[in-house]
């Protein structure tokens, strides 16, 4: 078991080539499984999917086993976001029937993508496009997973009470239209738990949805190693580095 053991950390943390590889399947197969989700919580449930669900459930479970069992501190990796995110994923495939509509709260799944230190190192390392925009894309998942949780939340209270929202995709244009404060007002939610709901995504949801956006157009942080101290990422404006106070000539767009 000891070299079962030892291959699979290498496997997950290793440096080699064939690590790296593999590291890239579980990448390209959680954008899979993404998709799949996404597409399949804008339908009725089938035999064929609910067989799908279980086999993805069967994957992501020793996944899951697989992690836990090399984890070297394994209560602080029961203690992450991620860990419980993948719990989470696996109840809801594992029991469509009781989960029901908040099936969708498998889209948490994309929180894992680009969350791995290991993945992030060879993305830097070999895609000089992801070194620069890292924080870019960062963003971009996270806006997609924010919207998209936001979303479920609506179909899952209002769907059954709400006419207006019959489909996800009708959750989905409400939560756009009041996260950009376009309001429409052709797609209302009208009971007291709607309209609690609507004032939360208005006062927290806007800020947070503005926040990330201006984050993808505008980024906090610019990427510029340091000549001296070698510290990488600095204010937009920053003509000296905040670590060493080395001068900086960091390129701006001017004004």
Known sequence: MSKLHQKLTRLYNGRSR?????????????IATICFFIATSMVEMTPLIITLD????????VDFAVRFW??????????????????????TLMAPVLTGNFAFLRVMRALRLLRSYHVLKDLRGEFK???????????IVNL???????????????????PEISTYMDALYFTVATL???????ITLH???????????MVFGVALFLRLVQTIFQPAKVRYKCPTCGLKRHDPDAIHCKHCGESLNIETKGS
Do not use: C
């Open 18 to 30: 064939q690590a790296v590889h593999f590291r890239y399947g579980l990448l390209a197969f959680d």
């Open 129 to 139: 496009f992801f070194a620069h925009n890292e924080d870019i894309i960062h963003s």
């Open 144 to 162: 997609f997973v924010f919207i998209f949780f936001i979303t479920a939340i609506v179909y899952v209270l209002e769907e059954r009470i709400n």
């Open 70 to 91: 090399i984890e070297k501190d394994r209560p602080r990796y029961m203690m992450q976001l991620m860990t419980w995110v993948d719990l989470i994923v696996i109840f």
């Open 191 to 201: 009971d007291d738990m709607g309209r609690g709901l609507s004032v939360v995504i």
């Open 180 to 186: 950009t404060t376009t309001g429409f007002g052709d």
């Open 54 to 61: 279980f086999i993805l459930a069967a994957i992501l479970s």
